[in-house]
């Protein structure tokens, strides 16, 4: 019989991958996989929130009702600050961010967290797949002295992990700390992530495109022109392409992860900057990507290399399979 991995194991297998470490990043990617596992418990009773109670009750989570995003981030932020290893978390839903120096049992962490909780929370109503974006970073400032700009905006090179859970069909956990990327299926009857999909790789060339195409009249010329391309018949290049655009992020990227594919979210004249942000959506999604050996960008430049300037940067991007990102390049070059 196979053995089962748990992630758990898996992640303290992993740290003699780095010879100094002293485990307080596989405690961390443990919080946020138990922090994953309460929240997933949530998401997948959300349909009975109007029968167990609406806004202003008290029954559901021992307390107010919240919006599951809202929920999802205080579980997260809650499982960091019990942690202990996360100095500061910047949050979709926090304006400013989380310093957690001041918890005694966190003083001396190392690591800063940036987090998307619910990723697609619009899709929750109708029972489509949402998902949560992590990244990780060392601080830069030494322990006890007072944080920097240096140490919340850097750029994505510098992540030292990254990942998303994905509330699917099944429950999964991908992640990577720079040396491959590894997906775990959450099994429910055990409630453990176990390793399911060990170094997954995006396939060089893919035939889905992922675009939200009703903003198409706004686009780039250049990507309207790589969307005609897509649409176009041509046997030996296996197109038309296929279009499959979920509206959650991480559901597009861990569809076209495993069967190839390109996501496109780019600029228009109404969002000069594209929609998604850099320091939670597309900085952890490009590492991840990358690192399953595709690649990632915003049309003109590496997304990793972006100097952030702000939390909440907005920047355009194009994410998936290495040729199809690069056939993108090409139209955005020629227009
Ligand atoms: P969030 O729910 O965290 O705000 O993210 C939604 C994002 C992302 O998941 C998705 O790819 C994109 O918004 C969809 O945007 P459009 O509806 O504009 O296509
Ligand atoms: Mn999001
Ligand atoms: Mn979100």
Known sequence: MKSLKTLGQFII?????????????????????????????????????????????????????????????????????????????????????????????????????????LDGSSNIEVNVSVGTIFSIYRRISQVGEALTQEDLLQTGV?????????????TMLVYTTGKGVNGFTLDPSIGEFCLSHPNMKIPQQGHIYSVNEGNYLKFPQGVKNYIKYCQEEDAATNRPYTSRYIGSMVADIHRNLLLGGVFIYPQTALQPKGKLRLMYECNPIAFIIEQAGGKATTGTERILEIE???????????????????KVLEFLDKS
């Open 308 to 326: 952030p300037e702000e939390l909440h940067q907005r920047v355009p991007a194009i994410l998936g399979s290495t040729d199809m990102v690069n």
């Open 13 to 117: 297998e992993k740290q003699t991958d780095f010879p100094y470490a002293k485990g307080e990043l596989s405690r961390l990617l443990r919080d946020i996989g138990i922090a994953a596992k309460i929240v997933n418990r949530e998401v997948n009773k959300a349909g009975l929130v109007d029968i167990l109670g609406t806004v202003g009750d008290t029954n559901v989570f021992g307390e107010n009702q919240k919006k599951l995003d809202v929920y999802a981030d205080e579980q997260f932020i809650a499982a960091l600050k019990d942690g202990g290893e996360c100095c500061f978390v910047a949050s979709e839903e926090q304006e400013e961010g989380v310093e957690l120096t001041d918890a005694g049992i966190s003083k001396n962490a190392k690591y800063i967290v940036c987090i998307d909780p």
């Open 158 to 170: 510098r992540q030292v992990a990254a990942g998303y859970i994905i509330y699917g069909s099944s």
